[in-house]
Every structure is written in structure tokens, then in C-alpha cells.
């Protein structure tokens, strides 16, 4: 029986919830195409895996819920609700943040893309001054 588009999304928030990271063979193409905020751009289900491990791995407890599903033809847009506490390095394009003990996450979108019976891509969109307002990241001072 083939998944729809919202089902296959459905697997895929379920296993990175449940850290479940053998799933995404059956979810994600070999070659599924990953755009996120901060200028991630990856390409492969490793790519994917190891995008959402950084996540996983920062907060055990990191849960993504979807609120809103679109569907138009093959792609879907997702509106998403992601949460964890940071109990674990964080590790971002800037460095290593360590552990603070802080709850984070809010709202996203994730836009996906379907071919045959798996996700060929996803857009993530995150406002990421949730995650400098909730962890308390520096702000760099306005050069004047």
C-alpha cells in the first residue's frame, strides 16, 4: 500500500521524535535534497539524519508536532511546532554552544517534496532568534 504524502511526513516527525534514525530509509530518498536555516544545504538521508541528530542530541527530549498540513499535488507544507530542553552541546555554524538547562523551540514550516513513494525534499524554515531568546545566546553589539 503506497503512503500518501501526509502519512510519509507523519513517519518522519514520529521517528526523529523517537530518535528512531532507521526509519528514514523508509521515509526519505537516497538522495532527498535538505535546505534548512542557516544556509544548510545537504544533500542524502545521512544528511538528513545527521541535521536532525544535532537537534536530538542537544535535547533528548526534542519533539516535533505538526499543527497545519497543506497538500498540493506532490509537495506539502507542514506547520510545525518543535520543543526539547538543552541538556547537551548544541552545535551550530558558529561553534559549540554547552548545555543550559533551558527549554527551547517554537513554531517552523517545513515544505516537503514527494517522488514515487518517499520524500525527495524538505525546506525548513525556523526563525532562529527563538533559539538566542529561550538559550540566551550572546547578541553581538550594532557595529556602529
Known amino acids: 500500500m503506497a503512503s500518501t504524502p501526509y502519512d510519509l511526513v507523519t513517519r518522519y516527525y514520529r521517528a526523529l521524535t523517537a530518535g528512531d534514525w532507521a526509519a528514514y530509509d ?8 535538505l535546505e534548512a536555516f542557516g544556509g544548510v544545504s545537504a ?11 544535532i537537534w536530538k542530541h542537544a535535547a533528548p527530549d526534542f519533539t516535533i508536532t505538526p499543527l497545519l498540513v497543506a497538500q498540493n ?3 506539502l507544507l507542514c506547520e510545525i511546532l518543535a520543543w526539547g530542553t538543552h541538556t547537551d552541546v548544541l552545535s551550530l555554524p558558529a561553534g559549540d ?3 543550559t538547562g ?27 532568534m527563538i533559539l538566542v531568546e529561550r538559550l540566551g545566546i550572546p547578541v553581538p553589539a550594532p557595529v556602529a
Do not use: N
Open 26 to 33: 523508509d521515509v526519505f530518498t537516497s538522495d532527498v535534497v
Open 43 to 53: 544533500t542524502g538521508v545521512d544528511a538528513v539524519r545527521g541535521f536532525d541528530g
Open 73 to 75: 499535488g506532490d509537495s
Open 97 to 99: 554552544l554547552p548545555a
Open 102 to 128: 533551558r527549554e527551547f523551540g517554537g513554531r517552523g514550516v517545513g515544505i516537503f517534496e514527494v517522488r514515487g513513494d518517499r520524500l525527495s525534499a524538505q525546506r525548513i524554515y525556523f526563525d532562529r
